[in-house]
C-alpha cells in the first residue's frame, strides 16, 4: 500500500473526490469493516503522474489523518515518500 488514512478519519469524503485513481472508498465499503476510509493498495498511485503530492492528504482536513504506508514490490511509490506510519503532508 502506497498511503493509508488512520483512524483519525472524520468521513468527510474529501479524499475520494480528489483520488484521480478512485483507490478510496467509504467507510460503508471498507472490507476492514472500520468506520473509515480505506485505501485500496492495489489501486493507489501516490498521484505519481498526477499530481506533486498525494492528492487525498492536501485535501484532508484532519491533521496527520493520511500516513505513508509500506511500499511493496510491483507499486508505484513516489521517490519523495516518508517512513511508514508519518503524515504524508510532512514530506510534500
Known sequence: ???KITDTCINCGACIDECPV????DEEENPTGE??????PDKCVECVGHYDCPACAEACPTEGCIVWDECKEGQTCAD???????PVMDAC
Open 1 to 3: 500500500m502506497a498511503v
Open 22 to 25: 478512485e483507490a478510496i472508498v
Open 35 to 40: 468506520e473509515i476510509y480505506y485505501v485500496y
Open 80 to 86: 519523495y515518500r516518508g517512513e511508514p506510519g508519518t
